[in-house]
């Protein structure tokens, strides 16, 4: 048998934790799950995006059918404008992009920005997908110190004066894993480093408009656009499937990002993007996005009361203001990953923290990740009991 060469993108991710368990979940449709990060199947709107796409068909005909512009479905840059000014993100149409997904913006962010080992800094813990991402570019991620309210500014400083850093990747609302969101103080400080170190920071914020309490932050983005790339999405507002992210960034940088996108994917379905575009302009999306932020406020709720009543003693928690996660800190020596495989025996399944760290120096096996929006409602409180259960063993 012929050899087949692996590239050194390829060689630099393995299958992990995440990968693992989504198999065994796979085999397991019996597991109260709050490991998966997807949005609730029961809220997909199968019965909108059939109206939406009848509507497009029907507006553009056959054209959406079609090869389109690299950059966009000039309707959708149109809505993703007015989408963005909301977060008081102010551009022209020159600074935005279409993507195949928010994975895809940091695909396309990543061919034009890393070169082999260049570094990436990332906040402690962070999205563990992101991270495979970078490595898969050649780069080399390095986690910065963080608190409950994101990155530490003055460990960021501190980074950025040691490396030459390619970029910055943060996601300061809603954050996966931790459900943590940082405050607008701290929000201008990190903004005030990257501008004065001239560095570039990512911004992910692709559960913003999953807010269930307080009042909407300004997009880091916004205090410094020349040195930000923003990507957002519709994934978790409208459905996954429909692959749409929005992205906004200098002109310089996007010319070179646009460039590359045509060799990898040309464009991004002129179909999806004209249901994107209708979905954001109707009142039945605005409809649609206020049903699914009641029922995730709702299971959050659930999810917090379970855990204050059954979980023992010593384990920590913050209530987040939105988005899809809860961050659990278990006690000192306690092993979330030596748990999962008895959880999912016992009938539950979480993701021990460990997944989202991306330096491999430090133990992070006392932390889990509970995703609740996919969970059903009903199953929510049967599910804690039996984690707790499980975590009182070994406690």
Not at 8 to 33: C, H, M, W, Y
Not at 107 to 116: G, I, R, T
Not at 282 to 297: F, M
Request: aromatic share 8%; glycine share 8%.
């Amino acid at each position: 048998m012929a050899l087949v060469k692996t590239s050194r993108g390829a060689a630099a991710v393995t299958s992990g934790p995440i990968d693992d368990i989504f198999a065994a979940l796979a085999r397991r449709p019996e597991v109260v799950s709050f490991a998966v990060g997807a949005p609730d199947p029961t809220l997909l709107p199968g019965d909108l995006v059939s109206t939406l796409s009848h509507d497009v068909l029907a507006k553009y005909g056959s054209a959406v059918l079609q090869y389109g512009m690299t950059q966009g479905f000039a309707p959708l840059l149109e809505q993703a404008r007015i989408l963005l000014s909301n977060r008081h993100i102010q551009c022209s149409p020159e600074r935005l992009h279409i993507s195949t997904g928010g994975s895809g913006a940091l695909h396309n962010v990543c061919s034009a920005l890393v070169d082999p080992q260049d570094v990436v800094l990332v906040e402690t813990p962070t999205y563990g997908p992101a991270v495979k991402v970078f490595r898969s570019h050649g780069a080399t991620v390095i986690a910065v110190p963080s608190d409950d309210f994101g990155i530490v500014p003055e460990a960021l400083d501190e980074a950025l004066a040691r490396y030459d850093v390619a970029f910055v990747y943060l996601l300061p609302t809603f954050q996966n894993p931790t459900g943590r969101t940082m405050p607008i103080d701290r929000r201008t400080q990190i903004a005030d480093i990257v501008v004065r170190r001239g560095a570039l920071l990512v911004e992910d914020d692709v559960y913003t408009d999953l807010r269930y309490r307080g009042v909407s932050l300004p997009a880091l983005y916004s205090f410094a656009p020349e040195n930000s790339i923003y990507i957002t999405s519709l994934s978790k507002t409208l459905a996954p499937a429909i692959r749409v992210g929005i992205t906004a960034m200098r002109p310089d940088l996007l010319k070179n990002v646009l460039a590359l996108k045509q060799g990898i994917d040309m464009q991004t379905s002129t179909y999806c993007q004209a249901i994107a575009a209708e979905f954001l302009g109707s009142a039945a999306g605005a409809t649609h996005l206020a049903h699914v932020i009641d029922t995730y406020s709702a299971k959050l709720d659930t999810v917090v009361d379970a855990i204050g009543r059954r979980l023992p003693p010593g384990f920590r928690w913050v209530m987040p203001d939105g988005g899809m996660f809860l961050w659990i800190e278990c006690p000192p020596g306690f092993d979330a990953d030596a748990l999962l495989d008895t959880a999912l025996r016992r009938g539950v399944a979480f993701l021990p923290g460990s997944a989202f760290y991306s330096d491999t120096e430090t133990d992070h096996r006392n932390t889990m990740r509970l995703s609740f929006a996919n969970v059903p409602h009903d199953d929510i409180d049967r599910g804690i009991e039996l984690l707790a259960g499980v975590c009182e063993e070994a406690a």
